[in-house]
């Protein structure tokens, strides 16, 4: 009997507003306590919400707040630098 294929998680870009495999996609989480970070991991506790590896789109993201919506918190401009230094720039 073959083996059952494995489901793929799917996660929406909060910028593009399009589903995409959860592992092409940068998640920035909101912890109770504390500021919003980049969980390089995709396990750490908190509200998370998932930007793909675009810059306009992280530019989309950052002018409509959706990434502040997404995580109901203010987002310091310190993390979207953060975003940005991720992205590749031949990808943008």
């Known amino acids: ?20 495999p959860k592992a092409q996609l940068l998640r920035v989480v909101k912890p ?5 970070h980049i969980d390089r991991t995709g396990r750490a506790p908190g509200r998370g919400a998932y930007i793909c590896g675009q810059l306009d789109c992280l530019r ?13 918190a203010k987002i310091d401009g310190a993390v979207f630098a953060q975003l940005e230094a991720q992205i590749d720039p031949g990808e943008a």
């Open 1 to 20: 009997m073959p083996a059952k294929p494995r489901k793929i998680p799917m996660r929406m870009c909060v910028g593009c507003r399009e589903m995409k």
């Open 60 to 72: 989309r993201a950052q002018k409509s707040r959706a990434l502040e919506r997404a995580l109901d």
């Open 32 to 36: 109770q306590e504390g500021d919003a």
